[in-house]
Every structure is written in structure tokens, then in C-alpha cells.
């Protein structure tokens, strides 16, 4: 017999494993030896109030045992199946690979940059060198932008696909069961590159390819249909080579601008759209866990607090995007003269500090001043800010930055706090940086935050620009029904570049949708 109950009870209860038994016993009735296994569906935590508790959903069985939940996918062999070239290996990318291999098609994925071990290389020099290989950093390689951004998991696309499906996926290939059941799952950028790297296994097992430092550099078209995708070798010698495929997904990511100005100068339709473009705010994570938890030190049984806001402010929003309990700002730019930061954490988020994004919206009035660049205005109006910023700093990757309560007053900052950017900061006014409407809007949104959440607004805070690459700047459309570019037959734009997908998960559901449409559309090619 099954019996679904719910628990409501302090953290350190639901920290004890035959403690949540005998309560899951007394509210059923029954003796906890009675039970024979006890499976916990939901976890989430309650800190409204100053009494935090934890809220479980369990399965409780007698004389049964459970099923195995977790779902697993059965790769089949497709060695000598048609082709389909998948541009970029981020969630996106790999989940359309693995997707492929079920329906029977062999993908051959073409990514610009490295793999993991030696994408960390890349990295190491980013941070203490400032070198930025614009093929390699923390937006390009395998895995993608999200291989170091945290691995939050936590999204509101139930109605995109099956989210399950995506978390059982990651732990079939090595992640914690815990990301099934806990309320906002997170994998840890520590923990992201091995699952990635079995991601990448399984896929070429099953006879899939993965060309790393290979950057695609144009489509072979016939009568506007895909015949082949264009690739140069990006480890030195800048060869290019032809693959032949009647179909493409492009999972490039929201940082490629390369391909967007490939598709608006050969005229493939493109169109601009709203972003949003801020900064990143850190605090001391011990602040975050007093404001959050209502106490002046954190309890064991509870994780580092995480936080989101937001506000209006003259018809903008403003909101924290990404927020990284006990995490690190990292450089992000994915080209020489820019600056652009992001946020990650380790699996344990056990870093000093707390930072999230917090940005403000945008949209066509912005982008006026670069209406000459047709489709590419919003792209060109977001690189005009990561130069500036860049700038602004040195010419070094030294970021602008600025206390928060000296922001919000428009004061210069006489020092800044120990920040965990690892090329450092420089006082800078941040409103010489970010055009007046963000600036403006950014201090009544953070205003509004430091009213709802006491002692969040404080110069123990900083702000760390740019944080200017939320989402893509373009979108590449797509035909709702076959999923595939209104202009070109094969050619199918996927993911957070193409501007269907904002996170991990909605990119991999994403990919997973576009390979079931590519599918379909090669079958359809095939009885014509």
C-alpha cells in the first residue's frame, strides 16, 4: 500500500532521517515498523516567518516496495544513420544530440570551443592572466555557458516539456538524486563538468560525433535548403571543412555574434528584441542568511539563503536574475574589449559571499541610436555598454564597481569591500557607465529592495558591472508548428541564442523539441 502524506517541520527534524520516519508514522497511523520504504517526492523551505520549517510530500509504503522513479534513457546504436549537425554543446545542443540518438539519426555536434579539462585552462588564463580566447572561456566550450554557472535548475517551463525527464537525465549521468525533489534543484559548477563529460561519452558510444574547436562559419545552400554546414578549425590552422546534412539545429547560445552577423549578412532572417542589461551585486552571504532567515547566524540545517526581487520603475523592470548563494563573480566576456560578469557557486555554495544579477529592462527606445544596424541593434546597443565598462576599468578585465548605498546617492566610493572577482575591482561611478535610464532605474529598483529587505541596502554591498548577457538580442524565427526557419527548409533555431529558452532546463527541453520536429521533418523528406 501506498499512503502520500506531507510534513511540515522545523529543519533540524527534517535533517533526521528516522525522526521524519516516526512523524510519517504517527500521521498515518501506523508503526514505524510498519514501513518499508519511505521515498521523499518534494522538499522546500519556508522562511517567511521566523519559525523556518521544511514542507516534505512523502510516499510512505507497507508490505511494497517502490518502483524505480527515475527515468532512463536507452541510447541505440546510429553509427551509420543520417546525419544532423547540432552547432553548440550546451544543454540545448546535448540534450537535441541525445534526443537524436533515440529517434535513430547520428548527430555530429560542431563546437567552438574546447572540452572541459581543457577548457579550464582557458579559464585559469582568463582569470590570472586576462586572456580572453574568444573561442574559449566561460560562455564557449563543452557544456556550454552553463558548465560554470552554478547548474541552477529551477524553472517555470512546465508548459514547454518534461522537466522530469531533463533532471532524470542529469542524474542518470551523474548527478545528486536531491535535484528530483528539491524545490529550486542546483547542480554545482564543480560537479557540471563530470556529468558533461558522461553526457559527451554517451553520445559518442552511441556512434554520435563532437568536433571541439571547430567553429561553424556558414550553411551550403541549394533552393534555400540545407545541404551541408561550413566549419573552421580553430586550434591554429583555420581550415574549413564541408559537413554534408539536410539538417541543422543551431543551439549556438546568446553569446555567439559571430553567427548572428553571418545571418544578417547573407540576409537569413533575424529580428532584434528586449533584453535586459544591469550590474552584479554581492553582500556578504552571512547578511543574506540574517535578512532571510530572520536570525543573526544560520542554522546547520539550513543552506546558504538565496533571494529574489523585483520592482517598476518608469515602466522598466528590475529584477535579480541568477542569484548565486555563497558564489563568485566571474569574467564572462567572450571577446577582447569587452567586460561582462556572471555569477557561479560551487555544489555546496559555501563562499563568503552572495551575488545575483540585477538588471533592468530595455527595449526599442534604447536601441534607437543604432537603428543603422537593422536587426542587430539591440546586439550592437549591449556591446556598446561592455566596451564602455571595459574601459572604464583599465583596458584589463579590472571591473568598474561601486558601493551600493553610494550608487543610489550618486557618491564616488573612497574604497571598495573584498569582492570575489579575481581580477579585481576599480571605483568607478557606475553612472558613467550605464546609459541615465538604466542608471536611474537601477537605484529606485535597488531603493525598493533595501525597503522590503532590511539591511539589504547597505555599502557593505557592491556593484560590479556589466551584467549585460541575460538572454540573446536576437531572435531567429521559427515556423510554430515544424519548428524550423521560416526561410530555409532543415535549418531549425534552438535554444536561449535563438531566443526560445532563458536557463538549463528550458534550453534542454527546447533542444529535446526541435530534435522530435527535425526528426519529423527528415522523415516527411524522405517519403517525398
Same mark, same amino acid.
Given at each position: 500500500?501506498?499512503?502520500?502524506?506531507?510534513?511540515?517541520?522545523?529543519?533540524?527534524?527534517?535533517?533526521?532521517?528516522?525522526? *521524519?520516519?516516526?512523524?510519517?508514522?504517527?500521521?498515518? #497511523?501506523?508503526?514505524?515498523?510498519?514501513?518499508?520504504?519511505?521515498?521523499?517526492?518534494?522538499?522546500?523551505?519556508?522562511?517567511?516567518?521566523?519559525?523556518?520549517?521544511?514542507?516534505?510530500?512523502?510516499?510512505?509504503?507497507?508490505?511494497?516496495?517502490?518502483?524505480?522513479?527515475?527515468?532512463?534513457?536507452?541510447?541505440?546504436?546510429?553509427?551509420?544513420?543520417?546525419?544532423?549537425?547540432?552547432?553548440?554543446?550546451?544543454? %540545448?545542443?546535448?540534450?537535441? %544530440?541525445?534526443?537524436?540518438?533515440?529517434? #535513430?539519426?547520428?548527430?555530429?555536434?560542431?563546437?567552438?570551443?574546447?572540452?572541459?579539462?581543457?577548457?579550464?585552462?582557458?579559464?585559469?588564463?582568463?582569470?590570472?592572466?586576462?586572456?580572453?580566447?574568444?573561442?574559449?572561456?566561460?560562455?564557449?566550450?563543452?557544456?556550454?555557458?552553463?558548465?560554470?554557472?552554478?547548474?541552477?535548475?529551477?524553472?517555470?517551463?512546465?508548459?514547454?516539456?518534461?522537466?522530469?525527464?531533463?533532471?532524470?537525465?542529469?542524474?542518470?549521468?551523474?548527478?545528486?538524486?536531491?535535484?528530483?525533489?528539491?524545490?529550486?534543484?542546483?547542480?554545482?559548477?564543480?560537479?557540471?563538468?563530470?556529468?558533461?563529460?558522461?553526457?559527451?561519452?554517451?553520445?559518442?558510444?552511441?556512434?554520435?560525433?563532437?568536433?571541439?574547436?571547430?567553429?561553424?562559419?556558414?550553411?551550403?545552400?541549394?533552393?534555400?535548403?540545407?545541404?551541408?554546414?561550413?566549419?573552421?578549425?580553430?586550434? #591554429?590552422?583555420?581550415?574549413?571543412?564541408?559537413?554534408?546534412?539536410?539538417?541543422?539545429?543551431?543551439?549556438?547560445?546568446?553569446?555567439?555574434?559571430?553567427?548572428?552577423?553571418?545571418?544578417?549578412?547573407?540576409?537569413?532572417?533575424?529580428?532584434?528584441?528586449?533584453? %535586459?542589461?544591469?550590474?552584479?551585486?554581492?553582500?556578504?552571504?552571512?547578511?543574506?542568511?540574517?535578512?532571510?532567515?530572520?536570525?543573526?547566524?544560520?542554522?546547520?540545517?539550513?543552506?546558504?539563503?538565496?533571494?529574489?526581487?523585483?520592482?517598476?520603475?518608469?515602466?522598466?523592470?528590475?529584477?535579480?536574475?541568477?542569484?548565486? =548563494?555563497?558564489?563568485?563573480?566571474?569574467?564572462?566576456?567572450? %571577446?577582447?574589449?569587452?567586460?561582462?560578469?556572471?555569477?557561479?557557486?560551487?555544489?555546496?555554495?559555501?563562499?563568503?559571499?552572495?551575488?545575483?544579477? &540585477?538588471?533592468?529592462?530595455?527595449?526599442?527606445?534604447?536601441?534607437? =541610436?543604432?537603428?543603422?544596424?537593422?536587426?542587430?541593434?539591440?546586439?550592437?546597443?549591449?556591446?556598446?555598454?561592455?566596451?564602455?565598462?571595459?574601459?572604464?576599468?583599465?583596458?584589463?578585465?579590472?571591473?568598474?564597481?561601486?558601493?551600493?548605498?553610494?550608487?543610489?546617492?550618486?557618491?564616488?566610493?573612497?574604497?571598495?569591500?573584498?569582492?570575489?572577482?579575481?581580477?579585481?575591482?576599480?571605483?568607478?561611478?557606475?553612472?558613467?557607465?550605464? =546609459?541615465? =535610464?538604466?542608471?536611474?532605474?537601477?537605484?529606485?529598483?535597488?531603493?525598493?529592495?533595501?525597503?522590503?529587505?532590511?539591511?539589504?541596502?547597505?555599502?557593505?554591498?557592491?556593484?560590479?558591472?556589466?551584467?549585460?548577457?541575460?538572454?540573446?538580442?536576437?531572435?531567429?524565427?521559427?515556423?510554430?508548428?515544424?519548428? &524550423?526557419?521560416?526561410?530555409?527548409?532543415?535549418?531549425?533555431?534552438?535554444?536561449?541564442?535563438?531566443?526560445?529558452?532563458?536557463?538549463?532546463?528550458?534550453?534542454?527541453?527546447?533542444?529535446?523539441? *526541435?530534435?522530435?520536429?527535425?526528426?519529423?521533418?527528415?522523415?516527411?523528406?524522405?517519403?517525398?
Amino acid at each position: 500500500m501506498i499512503k502520500s502524506i506531507e510534513l511540515v517541520i522545523p529543519p533540524e527534524e527534517a535533517a533526521d532521517e528516522q525522526k *521524519v520516519k516516526a512523524l510519517a508514522a504517527s500521521l498515518s #497511523g501506523i508503526s514505524p515498523t510498519e514501513i518499508s520504504a519511505l521515498v521523499i517526492k518534494k522538499r522546500s523551505i519556508d522562511a517567511r516567518s521566523r519559525n523556518i520549517t521544511v514542507r516534505l510530500v512523502i510516499d510512505l509504503f507497507t508490505n511494497e516496495l517502490p518502483e524505480p522513479t527515475i527515468f532512463t534513457r536507452q541510447l541505440q546504436k546510429v553509427t551509420n544513420c543520417e546525419p544532423v549537425v547540432v552547432i553548440g554543446s550546451g544543454p %540545448a545542443g546535448l540534450f537535441a %544530440a541525445i534526443r537524436l540518438i533515440e529517434l #535513430g539519426f547520428r548527430p555530429v555536434i560542431v563546437e567552438r570551443g574546447k572540452n572541459v579539462k581543457e577548457r579550464r585552462r582557458d579559464l585559469a588564463d582568463l582569470n590570472k592572466k586576462r586572456i580572453v580566447n574568444p573561442d574559449s572561456n566561460y560562455c564557449f566550450g563543452e557544456g556550454g555557458a552553463g558548465t560554470y554557472s552554478d547548474g541552477k535548475l529551477y524553472t517555470r517551463s512546465d508548459k514547454r516539456g518534461n522537466i522530469k525527464n531533463v533532471l532524470d537525465t542529469f542524474i542518470q549521468f551523474g548527478a545528486s538524486q536531491d535535484i528530483a525533489i528539491d524545490a529550486h534543484p542546483h547542480i554545482g559548477t564543480n560537479k557540471l563538468p563530470g556529468i558533461i563529460e558522461s553526457m559527451r561519452k554517451a553520445i559518442e558510444d552511441a556512434g554520435g560525433t563532437i568536433l571541439f574547436s571547430s567553429r561553424f562559419s556558414g550553411f551550403v545552400l541549394k533552393a534555400k535548403h540545407i545541404c551541408g554546414v561550413r566549419y573552421k578549425n580553430t586550434a #591554429g590552422s583555420e581550415s574549413e571543412t564541408t559537413i554534408q546534412t539536410k539538417a541543422v539545429i543551431l543551439a549556438t547560445g546568446h553569446s555567439a555574434r559571430d553567427v548572428f552577423e553571418y545571418l544578417h549578412q547573407e540576409k537569413i532572417l533575424i529580428e532584434a528584441k528586449p533584453l %535586459a542589461i544591469g550590474v552584479r551585486i554581492e553582500h556578504p552571504q552571512q547578511l543574506i542568511d540574517k535578512i532571510q532567515y530572520h536570525c543573526d547566524s544560520r542554522s546547520m540545517y539550513l543552506p546558504p539563503a538565496a533571494y529574489g526581487v523585483s520592482a517598476q520603475s518608469d515602466g522598466r523592470g528590475v529584477y535579480s536574475f541568477c542569484m548565486c =548563494p555563497g558564489g563568485i563573480i566571474a569574467v564572462a566576456s567572450t %571577446a577582447p574589449g569587452e567586460l561582462v560578469v556572471n555569477g557561479w557557486s560551487p555544489s555546496k555554495r559555501n563562499n563568503p559571499f552572495a551575488n545575483s544579477g &540585477m538588471v533592468v529592462s530595455v527595449g526599442e527606445p534604447d536601441f534607437a =541610436p543604432f537603428q543603422k544596424d537593422g536587426e542587430l541593434r539591440a546586439l550592437r546597443f549591449q556591446a556598446s555598454i561592455e566596451q564602455k565598462a571595459f574601459a572604464s576599468g583599465g583596458h584589463d578585465l579590472t571591473a568598474p564597481a561601486q558601493r551600493m548605498m553610494d550608487f543610489i546617492a550618486g557618491k564616488n566610493s573612497a574604497t571598495l569591500p573584498t569582492c570575489s572577482y579575481i581580477p579585481g575591482l576599480k571605483s568607478v561611478s557606475l553612472a558613467d557607465v550605464l =546609459p541615465k =535610464p538604466i542608471t536611474a532605474a537601477l537605484r529606485e529598483g535597488l531603493t525598493q529592495f533595501g525597503k522590503k529587505m532590511r539591511g539589504y541596502g547597505t555599502n557593505e554591498a557592491v556593484l560590479v558591472a556589466t551584467e549585460s548577457r541575460t538572454s540573446s538580442p536576437v531572435r531567429i524565427p521559427r515556423d510554430k508548428e515544424t519548428l &524550423m526557419h521560416p526561410e530555409i527548409n532543415g535549418f531549425f533555431p534552438c535554444g536561449e541564442g535563438a531566443g526560445y529558452a532563458g536557463g538549463i532546463v528550458s534550453a534542454a527541453i527546447d533542444g529535446e523539441k *526541435v530534435a522530435v520536429a527535425c526528426a519529423t521533418f527528415l522523415h516527411h523528406s524522405k517519403r517525398n
